[in-house]
């Protein structure tokens, strides 16, 4: 029998999500092992062609030619693992979302007919069916093995879908909303980085985007009460998976906009 | 010589060596200290680490340390852990297995380690907590070994309640102020003109034991009643009381209530109402596999009945509500425990009041449910009258 092929794909992003396997140090050596490393830019210039057993994909599809390459890249794969705030919510590249993509185009670019960009930001899984999401800005390194290890083992990977509030309760971290009074997004924010910023006395800032369980209108008048105007909660909600906390606060104002994004589970 | 050790009075110097007295035996004590803003549970290597001179001022969703001109070491009220994080912890390794190149799979139970705590500073209310979780993890049917490994060791010092916090209602589940029983030492802590002290009063033949060897002196009955005076006096200062009804009653008939709705929409579903909580002890188990798979281990980790996947079953959670979740919390805290377990599983300790970021308040819930209960009834009987 020989190894599963692994392949890590890479589309609008910074690429620290898939640095984040290099950062496997300690396992690298045994992880090759276990697998052909068959795509893996960022690693090696050599390639192997597909299919691929599984597919780590970082970044989202901001461009015509990147929409057509996902199709591409699912046809190719067994199994398609999105990595990162990009991929499973569009990052924080999907600001253009709220934004006139168009102006933008004219006003920064000297000839902007070259820039070939849609008009949104959107994660893979509204363009193709994806097995599995791992959320982060940059993902965990701990969760990537797991859910690598966990598609070896044929298993469900062990990544829950609660709140940030659990990791700090589970480390003994004080919470800093109810005893500094600081603006904190942990309630409404998915666990899986450890719950590091109230670690360090900071409020959250949804880096791993909305837990499995969210409830915004309840959440938001802390924020206010905690010093933060309009303006704030607003940008405190805009970042790297601005476009995911939109969704959610539309499903209460009953905005139909930005309703994609995060169906899929495995 | 005439001093009983069942009632002594500690000074400071003597508090001190309580702890070096019972480090001095292996163990290792874990007592209230200042830490971000808080008074936390944490190993405590000397007395002085205690939080003397600071108190805490709560309310629903909110805590603040304050400091206390009278220097007082166990004036504040309950911080975000519980002693269960001890007892209970987090994260517990059960057994591990290996393949070995043959193909054969051998199992190794994990051994829990037997720490030898010494809690110093236990509220009666926590006292009661720990009654709780013994009960359920011990003495029926889901029965923890590593939990009575760590119970078995452990030695007890109460620190009885003379400064109750405005989220506090242990006297409407009639687990405090006073330490009635349960531990192996008692202490209560005076401070007034005529200095800082500790009456001590010994639960067990451990606890003689060890305050035989600490400097101490015969309780005398001024100090001894101080002492009642403050506690007594604490009982009337409880900043929160649960309706006064059978809770258990009550929340075995509002099943249906509206009031659900009402709470479901101010509830982050965030679990901290019970991860805070001293007597909640539900897990998952984790399976966790290295990439060779050849080896793996099993993990029981600290679970919440407001995680979806807590009730996820084939195709989705049971409680996919965040109504349901919380009414699955409050009716089995107030009232299926008892079913279950033969007890209430709230002590009144108001750490869920406190630490729940919206501030969502027990009691409050609770009177709610009973108001609205008794509105249906009334209602029920102008009908029947008219009829």
Not at chain 1, 142 to 150: D, K, Q
Request: with cysteine; net charge negative; hydrophobic share 35%.
């Amino acid at each position: 029998m020989s190894a599963p092929k692994l392949a890590v794909f890479k589309l609008a992003s910074c690429d620290g999500c898939q640095l984040t396997l290099l950062d496997c140090e300690d396992e690298l050596l045994t992880l090759a092992g276990q697998v052909e490393i068959a795509h893996f830019l960022e690693a090696s210039s050599a390639v192997e062609p597909g299919p691929y057993d599984l597919s780590l994909v970082e970044g989202s599809i901001t461009t015509p030619a990147d929409a057509a390459r996902i199709r591409e890249i699912r046809a190719q794969s067994r199994r398609l693992v999105t990595i990162g705030a990009c991929a499973t919510a569009g990052g924080i590249q999907a600001l253009r979302d709220f934004a006139d993509v168009e102006e933008f185009r004219r006003t920064v670019y000297a000839r902007p007919e070259y820039v070939d960009t849609l008009a949104t930001s959107t994660p893979v899984s509204a363009h193709v069916d994806v097995d599995f999401e791992l959320r982060g800005c940059p993902i965990d390194r701990g969760r990537l093995l797991e859910v690598i290890t966990a598609h070896l083992a044929g298993r469900k990977p062990d990544v829950p879908d609660h709140s940030v509030c659990f990791e700090c309760k589970r480390r003994g971290t004080v919470c800093v909303t109810v005893a500094h009074g600081t603006p904190c997004l942990g309630p409404v924010t998915h666990a899986g980085c450890g719950a590091i910023c109230p670690a360090y006395g900071r409020g959250c800032y949804g880096c791993f985007g909305p837990s499995g369980s969210v409830n915004l209108p309840a959440l938001i008048p802390l924020l206010r009460r905690d010093g933060m105007d309009e303006r704030d909660t607003e940008r405190f909600l805009r970042t790297f998976n601005a476009t995911a906390f939109a969704a959610e606060q539309s499903k209460h104002t009953g905005n139909g906009e930005h309703t994609e994004s995060r169906e899929h589970r495995s | 010589m005439s001093s009983s050790p069942a009632t002594a009075v500690l000074d400071r110097n003597g508090l001190d060596a309580l702890v070096e007295a019972l480090r001095a035996e292996g163990r290792t004590v874990v007592g209230p200290t200042v830490r971000d803003g808080a008074v936390v549970l944490d190993e405590l290597t000397a007395a002085g680490q205690l939080p003397f001179g600071w108190g805490s001022e709560v309310e629903a969703g909110r805590y603040r340390l304050v400091p206390r001109a009278d220097g007082a070491a166990f004036a504040h009220t309950a911080g975000p852990q519980s002693w269960k994080a001890f007892l209970h912890p987090q994260r517990e390794k059960l057994w591990s297995a290996d393949r070995a190149a043959d193909g054969r799979v051998s199992f190794a139970a994990e051994r829990p380690v037997r720490p030898s705590y010494a809690f110093l500073g236990v509220r009666p209310c926590d006292l009661r907590a720990i009654a709780v979780q013994d009960n359920v993890l011990t003495g029926g049917y889901y029965r923890d070994d590593g939990y009575r490994r760590r119970r078995e060791g452990a030695f007890l010092i109460a620190a009885e309640c003379t400064e109750p916090g405005a989220t506090c209602f242990c006297v409407s589940m009639g687990s405090g102020p006073a330490a009635e029983a349960g531990f192996d030492l008692a202490l209560t802590e005076i401070v007034d003109d005529a200095g800082h002290r500790f009456l001590v009063r010994v639960g067990s033949a451990a606890g003689e034991a060890v305050l035989s060897r600490v400097p101490r002196r015969v309780a005398d009955e001024e100090t001894a009643s101080t002492a009642r005076n403050a506690v007594d006096a604490a009982r009337e200062r409880m900043g929160r009381s649960m309706p006064p009804v059978d809770l258990r009653t009550l929340l075995g008939g509002t099943l249906e209530a509206d009031r659900w709705d009402d709470v479901a929409a101010r509830c982050l579903t965030c679990g901290n109402c019970t991860m805070v909580c001293p007597t909640c002890f539900c897990t998952t188990t984790e399976d966790v596999s290295d990439l060779t798979g050849d080896h793996a281990e099993r993990w029981q980790r600290w679970d919440s009945c407001f995680d979806l996947d807590f009730s996820y079953l084939h195709g989705g959670p049971v409680r996919a509500s965040a109504r349901s979740r919380y009414r699955q919390w409050l009716t089995h805290k107030l009232s299926t425990w008892y079913d279950q377990f033969g007890s209430s599983g709230c002590v009144g300790c108001g750490r869920c009041i406190t630490w729940c970021p919206v501030g969502i308040d027990i009691t409050e819930e609770a009177a709610a449910l009973h108001d609205e209960l008794a509105d249906r009834l009334r209602r029920q009987d102008a009908e029947e009258t008219q009829r």
